[in-house]
């Protein structure tokens, strides 16, 4: 290293501590004159132009350091460097795929934990952006509808495909996450029903078909007490809401009835009978004794689902959750 160009990096610094940006892009211009293989002035330069909110030309400087410093075998960890404020550079502007790539670049040349830390908070910020530009609040609305249409034919399973589709599109429609609550229900999918009963009330407290979702969703998985708490909270919206004080009375006669005589109950029920009585129905409720994930696969049959939510309802069947 140049001894005068040194003293004039050193007068640069000096500078650049007192914010005097311009004396100290003049003071690293001369180091660099004076000697141009030294990749440390390339990157104090760039610095510069970065207070300065000159982010095109601390790009430009950023890749004549790497340039420089390739060609004269400078220690990777200034390379390093010169890609990372490459990439700070890129992140201001909003170029956050071109930020990315850079960060991840610094990390192959010298893995700290800051370099990390920026490229998660980056991975973050390009979901957050991807996701804020896919919403489109008509296409959500065409979703939902379609959705609609294939919940009333019974094709829960594609319902709920068109409903996640939907919430993508418009992610702050309660509705939408109701709508899916109702398709996880008919698949007995209760935890999941449950969940997006839960965002739905996150997005709009006072949703009532949301804790009457959620309470039947409870009931299916035998939590009665939890059940009974989402009724309650449905009748403090509505005190008259038919629902919730039906639903609440049958947790409360659930609580205390004799399982052996619910089951002599359901027995008589001549759609029950039916339904024990059909080949394929016992077919598929042995094959659940020996693998009870069996369940999901049949579930994507309407007809079939409708059947095990009559057997769950009259208290014959359950469904284990962990």
């Given at each position: 290293?140049?001894?005068?160009?040194?003293?004039?990096?050193?007068?640069?610094?000096?500078?650049?501590?007192?914010?005097?940006?311009?004396?100290?892009?003049?003071?690293?211009?001369?180091?660099?004159?004076?000697?141009?293989?030294?990749?440390?002035?390339?990157?104090?330069?760039?610095?510069?132009?970065?207070?300065?909110?000159?982010?095109?030309e601390?790009?430009?400087?950023?890749?004549?350091?790497?340039?420089?410093?390739?060609?004269?075998?400078?220690?990777?960890?200034h390379?390093?460097?010169?890609?990372?404020r490459?990439?700070?550079?890129?992140?201001?502007?909003?170029?956050?795929?071109?930020?990315?790539?850079?960060?991840?670049?610094?990390?192959?040349?010298h893995?700290?934990?800051?370099?990390?830390?920026?490229?998660?908070?980056?991975?973050?910020?390009?979901?957050?952006?991807?996701?804020?530009?896919?919403?489109?609040?008509?296409?959500?609305?065409?979703?939902?509808?379609?959705?609609?249409?294939?919940?009333?034919?019974?094709?829960?399973?594609?319902?709920?495909?068109?409903?996640?589709?939907?919430?993508?599109r418009?992610?702050?429609?309660?509705?939408?996450?109701?709508?899916?609550?109702?398709?996880?229900?008919k698949?007995?999918?209760?935890?999941?029903?449950?969940?997006?009963?839960?965002?739905?009330?996150?997005?709009?407290?006072?949703?009532?078909?949301?804790?009457?979702?959620?309470?039947?969703?409870?009931?299916?998985?035998?939590?009665?007490?939890?059940?009974?708490?989402?009724?309650?909270?449905?009748?403090?919206?509505?005190?008259?809401?038919?629902?919730?004080?039906?639903?609440?009375?049958?947790?409360?006669?659930?609580?205390?009835?004799?399982?052996?005589?619910?089951?002599?109950?359901a027995?008589n029920?001549?759609?029950?009978?039916?339904?024990?009585?059909?080949?394929?129905?016992?077919?598929?409720?042995?094959?659940?004794?020996s693998?009870?994930?069996?369940?999901?696969?049949?579930?994507?049959?309407?007809?079939?689902?409708?059947?095990?939510?009559?057997?769950?309802?009259?208290?014959?069947i359950?469904?284990?959750?962990?």
């Amino acid at each position: 290293m140049s001894a005068e160009a040194q003293k004039s990096k050193q007068e640069g610094n000096d500078a650049y501590k007192q914010k005097d940006f311009s004396t100290a892009l003049s003071k690293y211009g001369k180091a660099i004159e004076l000697d141009p293989n030294e990749i440390t002035y390339y990157l104090n330069t760039a610095a510069v132009h970065f207070e300065m909110k000159n982010y095109t030309e601390t790009v430009s400087t950023c890749n004549k350091a790497i340039d420089i410093g390739r060609e004269n075998r400078a220690d990777y960890k200034h390379i390093a460097k010169a890609l990372a404020r490459m990439g700070n550079a890129y992140r201001k502007t909003g170029d956050l795929r071109n930020a990315k790539m850079a960060y991840e670049k610094a990390l192959t040349e010298h893995r700290t934990p800051e370099y990390k830390l920026c490229l998660s908070e980056l991975e973050v910020e390009i979901k957050k952006a991807d996701e804020e530009a896919y919403v489109n609040p008509d296409v959500a609305e065409e979703e939902k509808q379609k959705g609609n249409q294939l919940f009333k034919a019974g094709d829960f399973g594609n319902a709920v495909k068109s409903y996640t589709e939907a919430i993508k599109r418009n992610p702050t429609d309660p509705k939408i996450y109701s709508n899916r609550a109702a398709c996880f229900t008919k698949l007995m999918s209760f935890d999941l029903a449950i969940k997006d009963c839960d965002r739905c009330i996150e997005l709009e407290p006072n949703f009532i078909k949301a804790y009457l979702r959620k309470a039947k969703a409870h009931q299916a998985m035998s939590q009665t007490s939890k059940a009974m708490a989402a009724y309650e909270k449905a009748l403090e919206i509505d005190s008259n809401c038919s629902e919730a004080i039906e639903g609440y009375k049958s947790c409360s006669i659930s609580n205390n009835a004799d399982p052996e005589e619910v089951r002599k109950q359901a027995m008589n029920d001549p759609e029950v009978q039916k339904i024990l009585n059909d080949p394929a129905m016992r077919m598929i409720l042995e094959q659940m004794q020996s693998n009870p994930q069996a369940i999901q696969e049949h579930l994507k049959n309407p007809a079939i689902a409708e059947k095990f939510m009559k057997l769950r309802e009259a208290g014959l069947i359950s469904v284990a959750y962990k």
